[in-house]
């Protein structure tokens, strides 16, 4: 019921292209999804956020795509470049409560030039 | 504005010996929290502090691990004794409150001989 199942594990791209990331979950009390960005050696830094009150959130060339009779979410990267190469993790919590993350698997994607 | 400091970056030990992690939060962060990331996966919520009370440590193996955070601001976890099975970068993240994005630190990679 905690889980976010997260998918693919791995992920190569030609620059230019799209990279799609998707999560599902089954806990209808989250209502808040994050998605983070991770290079090597590095902490997660987020990168964008919906909550479920919309269906979709742009920022730049990332946008969040929220289903939420689904219970799915994904991330998609428009034009995909090389420094966007990184492990990639969604993310969700309930704001009702301590706001406790429970993250994906994480999945790596390439950019190749 | 700095962000999340850690130290170390890199922690060898051999098992059943103990070691210490120390974390500074960003500065007006009520909220701090401690994960662990294995090689692989998403990052796993240990413990999370609202100001020097503990909000959550559900995931925490208490006869292994402690944290505290004196005086609100830093915090130290621990590992004593240590076991294989704790090979992992553990991070420290803080926020403005319970429900606000976490900001991340870049970790201390342990490695358990």
């Known amino acids: 019921q905690q889980q976010v199942k997260q998918s693919p594990q791995s992920l190569i791209v030609q620059k230019g292209g799209i990279s799609i990331i998707n999560c599902a979950y089954e806990n209808t009390a989250f209502d808040y999804f994050p998605w983070y960005q991770q290079f090597p050696g590095k902490g997660p830094a987020l990168l964008i956020a919906i909550r479920p009150d919309v269906s979709e959130k742009k920022e730049g060339r990332f946008t969040i795509s929220f289903n939420k009779s689904a219970k799915q979410f994904s991330l998609h990267i428009m034009d995909s470049q090389p420094g966007d190469s990184a492990t990639y993790f969604c993310?969700?919590?309930?704001?009702?409560?301590?706001?406790?993350?429970?993250f994906g698997q994480g999945t790596t994607l390439q950019v190749k030039p | 504005e700095a962000g999340v400091a850690q130290s170390p970056r890199y922690k060898i030990i051999e098992k059943r010996q103990s070691v210490a992690f120390w974390c500074n939060p960003i500065?007006?962060?009520?909220?701090l929290y401690w994960y662990q990331q294995i090689l692989g996966q998403g990052p796993k919520l240990l413990i999370q502090?609202?100001?020097?009370?503990?909000?959550?440590d559900s995931q925490l193996p208490k006869d292994r691990f402690s944290a505290e955070r004196l005086k609100g601001v830093d915090s130290t976890l621990k590992i004593q004794p240590a076991k294989l099975e704790d090979s992992a970068v553990y991070l420290c993240?803080?926020?403005?409150?319970?429900?606000?994005?976490?900001?991340f630190g870049d970790g201390t990679r342990l490695s358990i001989l």
């Open positions: 500065s007006g962060h009520a909220t």
């Open positions: 993310a969700a919590s309930t704001s009702g409560n301590t706001g406790k993350l429970i």
């Open positions: 993240a803080s926020s403005l409150g319970l429900i606000q994005p976490q900001h």
């Open positions: 502090f609202q100001n020097n009370g503990v909000v959550d």
